[in-house]
T-cell receptor
Framework: DQQVKQNSPSLSVQEGRISILNCDYT??????FLWYKKYPAEGPTFLISISSIKDKNEDGRFTVFLNKSAKHLSLHIVPSQPGDSAVYFC????????????FGKGTKLSVKP | DTGVSQDPRHKITKRGQNVTFRCDPISEHNRLYWYRQTLGQGPEFLTY????????KSRLLSDRFSAERPKGSFSTLEIQRTEQGDSAMYLC?????????????FGPGTRLTVL
């Protein structure tokens, strides 16, 4: 039973446009969410996080939106760049300081020049 | 480079052999985690340590798997009597548990292939 779902295995976007990656979760106890980016042959790289007390967090070109009632979060990348091409993982935990992160299966983003 | 390091990066072994992986966390981090990732899946939690203490183990961590962090610094993950189903990327992460943040930072992983 998947508690964190990324229903789009892949996404293709033109350079300069907005990339929107989506994530749904089922466990109402999750209250801390993270996005990681992964290039081939490398470990995941932390991008941005959000606590359930917020509905938006922004860091440069990356913004994460959280809709608790819908149990949905999204990552917006504006403007998209070819170097953003990677697999993006959504992860969740019960509490900011919980050890066990639950990951989705990932979405492969391709940004075309 | 002061990031999380893992050794070896690749390991090929025959079924039934034992393997051991090492993880060196970011130096000031007190928490260390092990995850496993198979093709098309996200990382799956295996276990984590706070300093020397192993605080949580996943049901994925069968009795053939054992992890240690003897001095609260580096950690080892041993798999005994490897099976083909153990083939995966083994990821280590570390974090500094604090009031405002406990972000996990990952190493490059060790790719295990069991023949």
């Amino acid at each position: 039973d998947q508690q964190v779902k990324q229903n789009s295995p892949s996404l293709s976007v033109q350079e300069g446009r907005i990339s929107i990656l989506n994530c749904d979760y089922t466990n109402s106890m999750f209250d801390y969410f993270l996005w990681y980016k992964k290039y081939p042959a490398e470990g995941p790289t932390f991008l941005i996080s959000i606590s359930s007390i917020k509905d938006k967090n922004e860091d440069g070109r990356f913004t994460v939106f959280l809709n608790k009632s819908a149990k949905h979060l999204s990552l917006h990348i504006v403007p998209s760049q070819p170097g953003d091409s990677a697999v993006y993982f959504c992860a969740a935990s019960e509490g900011r300081s919980q050890g066990n992160l639950i990951f989705g299966k990932g979405t492969k983003l391709s940004v075309k020049p | 480079d002061t990031g999380v390091s893992q050794d070896p990066r690749h390991k090929i072994t025959k079924r039934g052999q034992n393997v051991t992986f090492r993880c060196d966390p970011i130096s000031e981090h007190n928490r260390l985690y092990w995850y496993r990732q198979t093709l098309g899946q996200g990382p799956e939690f295996l276990t984590y340590f706070q300093n020397e203490a192993q605080l949580e183990k996943s049901r994925l961590l069968s009795d053939r798997f054992s992890a240690e962090r003897p001095k609260g610094s580096f950690s080892t993950l041993e798999i005994q009597r490897t099976e083909q189903g153990d083939s995966a990327m083994y990821l280590c992460a570390s974090s500094l548990q604090g009031v405002y943040t406990d972000t996990q930072y990952f190493g490059p992983g060790t790719r295990l292939t069991v023949l």
